[in-house]
């Protein structure tokens, strides 16, 4: 009887983090930003939080975390796989946007102006990353221990 409770917290610990990684998507995972500045004035804007959902990176982290979630209820062996998936999906996510700013500045006589472009990462991402790393060492604990 208590082999079975030891078996029923371990497959919970996967529904939990499958369960925190559908919920991250919605939250933000990207800023963008941009500030322009001159010899004669300046401004910038942020847009924000940009939720994952809103990315085809979140999209595809949406239905990674709820197959997880089904698989970790089914106790399937191979849900650790999924874990491992969203853990790249996530990681390529945050590679991409390092690639994403820009930043250039020129002067011609006494006239002078830069612009900057950025795109920085949010909490909502790195929850997914995190989520996805446990799925997977939970997933893939369990699987060795059954």
Do not use: H
């Amino acid at each position: 009887m208590e082999e079975s409770n030891a078996e029923k917290t371990k497959n919970l610990m996967g529904m939990i983090c499958a369960i925190v990684m559908v919920i991250s998507v919605f939250l933000p995972w990207a800023e963008a930003s941009s500030s322009v500045s001159s010899s004669y004035g300046g401004g910038s804007y942020s847009t924000g939080g940009i939720s994952g959902i809103s990315l085809g990176y979140g999209m595809f982290g949406l239905l990674l975390g709820i197959g997880g979630l089904i698989m970790s209820l089914k106790r399937m062996k191979w849900t650790w796989l999924l874990g491992l998936v969203s853990l790249i999906d996530g990681i390529s996510y945050l590679i991409a946007m390092g690639d994403a700013g820009v930043s250039s500045s020129s002067s011609y006589g006494g006239y002078s102006a830069s612009v900057k472009a950025s795109v920085d990462p949010q909490a909502g991402l790195f929850i997914f990353l995190v989520c996805a790393l446990l799925l997977t060492v939970f997933t893939l604990k369990d699987r060795k221990q059954a």
